[in-house]
């Protein structure tokens, strides 16, 4: 036992020796001992007090996310629903356009749902760019709800709903009114033509064309319609030109200059269709100079300026001339294009002779009545009876007897 506790101690301590100890060489001391803390920077500071304030809310948002909040969920939820507007398909809503894209623009309708107007929704015609339709940022205008993206709620609006209703109410109005308006042809099949009448399609059928034009001849023109059938619920809107045109015909008394073009030659003149109404023109009121062949003269397909000589409504017929319209005798046959510019200043001159001519024979019914205090000026107009002027059955220039 003895032996080990020996050898345990022996490698406890390094043996004894019995040579002198050195001491430890002292430990060298810094230069400088810094003890403390480091200042911060202003920056440092600022960005430390926006850490404690970021770590201070995001435990209030973890424990109490209602706290200094002076209303709850459900609050909002039911100011939402208040201020919400009515959003049925058919609805009228108000809002501002702001922002257009290439397929439309957004609207804001102060709700809470989104609302879109498509392109071909923008107004009545085809249009390439919702530019061209006058729809921009900015723009304040009353909208119809068409439709719901059930996607994601977006309403589908319309300015072209609200335009239609103006528009067939319009046609219904001018229909009643029976007043004559202009269609431009836009296109055409085998039994007709399409116009653009207060932006909506109506069709013209052949047979109420005046003219014998095709419809590639009329396409891109403007013609004169009166409305036949207008019928909102079936989407039919039938017009007719010649109706337009006869009607505006009847309006032309004798001395009234038209324009027309020859439909047919006949060995007697050549008939002339003046919108509607074929009138004759006859080989004696072609020219002051005698015209042995019309067909030298006139061709069919020819447009011509015409004077209405006398117009028989009840039995259709319109006499017609050119012949008072040449300034001088034989025109019509040397230079035809003369004839036409003159035609509206022939044509006073023709009616101012006419009413003097009437004026005349007024005054010659007058002479047998005295009564009615009028009488003619040398210069043809009518006017009162002068004190002076003798009536039939006065005493002036007769004798007595006596």
């Not at 257009?100 to 498509?118: E, H, M, R, W």
């Not at 039938?238 to 439909?263: C, P, W, Y």
């Not at 020819?302 to 028989?312: C, F, G």
């Not at 024979?361 to 002027?389: K, N, V, W, Y």
Request: proline content about 5%; charged content about 25%.
């Amino acid at each position: 036992m003895a032996s080990l506790a020996q050898h345990v101690a022996g490698l406890a301590s390094p043996p004894l020796s019995s040579a002198p100890r050195r001491r430890p060489a002292a430990p060298t001391r810094p230069s400088a001992l810094v003890c403390g803390t480091y200042a911060l920077t202003k920056e440092e500071r600022e960005r430390e007090r926006m850490c404690q304030l970021f770590d201070e809310a995001s435990e209030r948002c973890r424990t109490a996310p209602m706290e200094g909040v002076s209303f709850s969920p459900e609050d909002l939820d039911s100011a939402v629903e208040s201020t919400d507007i009515d959003t049925d398909i058919g609805s009228l809503i108000k809002g501002t356009v702001f922002m257009t894209t290439s397929n439309g623009a957004y609207v804001d309708i102060q709700s809470k749902s989104t609302a879109f107007l498509p392109l071909d929704e923008a107004c009545l015609l085809d249009v390439n760019h919702i530019e061209e339709a006058g729809i921009r940022a900015g723009l304040v205008e009353e909208f119809m709800i068409i439709d719901e993206n059930p996607g994601d709620e977006t309403l589908i609006l319309s300015l072209q709903a609200i335009q239609q209703d103006l528009a067939w109410e319009r046609c219904r109005q001018l229909q009643a009114e029976d007043v004559v308006v202009t269609g431009k042809v836009i296109g055409g099949n085998k039994g007709g033509v399409v116009a653009l009448v207060e932006g909506l399609k109506g069709f013209v059928p052949f047979s109420q064309v005046s003219s014998k034009s095709t419809a590639e001849e009329l396409l891109d023109k403007e013609l004169p319609l009166k409305f036949v059938e207008v019928d909102e619920e079936q989407g039919r809107l039938v017009l007719s030109n010649r109706k337009a045109m006869a009607d505006s015909q009847a309006q032309l008394g004798i001395g009234s200059v038209v324009l027309g073009t020859v439909e047919s030659l006949k060995p007697y003149g050549a008939f002339i269709d003046i919108g509607g109404i074929n009138g004759l023109l006859h080989v004696s009121q072609i020219s002051h100079d005698r015209v042995a062949d019309i067909s030298t003269v006139l061709q069919p397909g020819d447009t011509l300026k015409v004077m209405i000589l006398s117009h028989d409504r009840e039995r259709g017929r319109v006499s017609l001339s050119t012949k008072k319209l040449e300034p001088t005798p034989g025109d019509m046959i040397r230079n035809p294009k003369l004839v036409f510019e003159k035609a509206d200043e022939m044509a006073q001159i023709f009616r101012q002779r006419i009413a003097q001519a009437e004026a005349m024979a007024r005054a010659d019914m007058l002479r047998f009545q005295p009564e009615s205090g009028l009488t003619l000026s040398s210069e043809g107009i009518l006017g009162p009876l002068s004190s002076d002027t003798p009536s039939e059955g006065s005493g002036e220039g007769q004798t007595t007897d006596e």
